[in-house]
């Protein structure tokens, strides 16, 4: 059974850079094929991609957030990291990590979300 | 980068009926098209891949279609845990993108 988790601050300063974790069980992301990927959701609006992933260290991030996001894994922890940096308060949403289907680039295993709020 | 476009953005309905969502991306996608079901507090969940796939213990009054740059995903028999709203997302070029989402509420 696959399970991700989301972990990190609730309540950041603008400016401050952001750390996220993801959590994962049920899979290894040194198996070829895997990988995980970073959604948001700030309160009432759509769903954002912000960067996958996969097992051998390809990345990939939103064109119009690149500048400011950096995304790793650790395989031996089971963890992806992914920071932002220079937030500010419109980067107040929940943050998703999902696993990436086997069948392409959708994401058929979401965590719970965590909710970030970005005020002084 | 490819836009996806939603239609409608809200859509009223009443239990029994039959619903059609439609999704447009700004080129071609082939078949590379997702659909999400997402209630208030909680993670989307994924109801179709590939366009027409669905995804396993996803009821069978789901069902998508389409390719190239348009899609659509129908719900045949509204039915009370229905209400919510749904998502389009392409994952054919080398970005995901997600449409803006259409809400599914009570008429």
């Known amino acids: 059974q696959i399970t991700l988790k989301e972990s990190g601050p609730t309540l950041v300063k603008p400016t401050q850079t952001l750390t996220l974790t993801c959590t994962f069980s049920?899979?290894?992301?040194?198996?070829?094929?895997?990988?995980v990927g970073w959604i948001r959701q700030p309160p009432g609006k759509a769903l954002e991609w912000l960067a996958l992933?996969?097992?051998?260290?390809?990345?990939r991030y939103s064109p119009s957030l690149k500048s400011r996001l950096t995304i790793t894994k650790d395989t031996s922890k089971n963890q992806v990291v992914l920071t932002m940096t220079n937030m500010d308060p419109v980067d107040t949403a929940t943050y998703y990590c999902?696993?990436?289907?086997?069948?392409?680039?959708?994401?058929?295993?979401w965590g719970q979300g965590t909710m970030v709020t970005v005020s002084s | 980068d490819i836009q996806m476009t939603q239609s409608p953005s809200t859509l009223s309905a009443s239990v029994g009926d039959r619903v059609t969502i439609t999704c447009r991306a700004s080129?071609?996608?082939?078949?590379?098209l997702a659909w999400y079901q997402q209630k208030p507090g909680k993670a989307p969940k994924l109801l179709i891949y590939?366009?027409?796939s669905l995804e396993s213990g996803v009821p069978s009054r789901f069902s998508g279609s389409g390719s190239g740059t348009e899609f659509t995903l129908t719900i045949s028999s509204l039915q009370p845990d229905d209400f919510a709203t749904y998502y389009c997302?392409?994952?054919?070029?080398?970005?995901?993108?997600f449409g803006p989402g259409t809400k599914v509420d009570i008429k």
């Open positions: 999902a696993h990436i289907a086997d069948y392409g680039d959708a994401f058929d295993i």
């Open positions: 049920g899979f290894s992301l040194s198996t070829s094929g895997v990988g």
């Open positions: 992933i996969y097992w051998n260290d390809d990345k």
């Open positions: 080129q071609s996608i082939s078949s590379w």
């Open positions: 590939k366009a027409s």
């Open positions: 997302q392409q994952y054919n070029s080398y970005f995901v993108t």
